[in-house]
């Protein structure tokens, strides 16, 4: 296809005369920027070097769009730096969540699993109650229930052997437990539930770590208590 000879060619922008070829790849993404701010300083100097002296440009203009280059590009240096600050953060959450592999550990929630031999929970209340204690199957059949005292405090050890009320073994698997209490004047009071069990595995591959206790995931902000194996309990 020919072309018209009189087509006016496409304007190319000045070179910057302080752009290397390795300027961007050292600079990461503020290079952009900065190549851009020389350019334009380049720009307002030839402007200033050539203009009407009968109607000078307006140096007020000038100034402001400096200190918006110079604004935008410590904002981006300022991303720069969260962005490491978050880096080392998120590895340091990784190296907390690897140590505590092998750990009993107690989170908010009332499903546990069973594992064949015992579930844990934690229970806290804030004064001492009457407490009726139920755990269902995951189908929600009730499979054992029974009263019991409990003290104010918090992280109080309960575990079920896996025993019905009847005697019955039931098989490994999760177990939700609920709890209906009441204080010494006959009221309603509140029971909160943690699970307790061995962190087995954490999965490092996830923002935050995930840490796996009885098949459940949890993060680190849910860890309430950390104990050792082999604390003192309540058994069923």
Do not use: C
């Not at 990461?28 to 720009?43: C, E, H, S, V």
């Not at 918006?68 to 590895?91: D, R």
């Not at 005697?167 to 029971?191: H, M």
């Amino acid at each position: 296809m020919s072309v018209d000879a009189t087509t006016a060619a496409a304007p190319v922008s000045a070179p910057n005369p302080n752009y290397t070829a390795n300027s961007s790849s050292s600079s990461g993404k503020t290079a952009g920027i900065a190549d851009n701010f020389q350019t334009f300083l380049t720009l307002l100097t030839t402007q200033l070097k050539n203009q009407n002296p009968m109607d000078p440009l307006d140096t007020n203009q000038f100034t402001q769009q400096l200190v918006q280059f110079a604004g935008v590009e410590q904002q981006l240096k300022g991303n720069e730096t969260l962005a490491s600050l978050l880096k080392l953060q998120t590895t340091s959450q990784t190296t907390q969540a690897m140590n505590f592999i092998g750990a009993n550990a107690v989170v908010d929630g009332s499903s546990s699993h069973f594992d064949g031999k015992t579930a844990g929970w934690s229970l806290s209340t804030e004064k001492p109650v009457s407490a009726q204690v139920s755990i269902q199957s995951s189908t929600g059949q009730t499979v054992y229930s029974g009263k019991f005292t409990l003290n104010a405090g918090k992280n109080q050890g309960f575990t079920w052997d896996g025993r019905g009320n009847d005697g019955t073994q039931w098989p490994a698997g999760d177990y939700k437990l609920s709890v209906v209490a009441t204080d010494a004047a006959g009221q309603t009071a509140t029971v909160s539930t943690q699970i307790q069990g061995t962190i087995d595995s954490v999965d490092v591959s996830q923002t935050p770590p995930l840490l796996s206790i009885g098949g459940q995931t949890f993060t680190l902000d849910q860890i309430k208590k950390v104990v050792k194996a082999g604390s003192s309990s309540t058994a069923l």
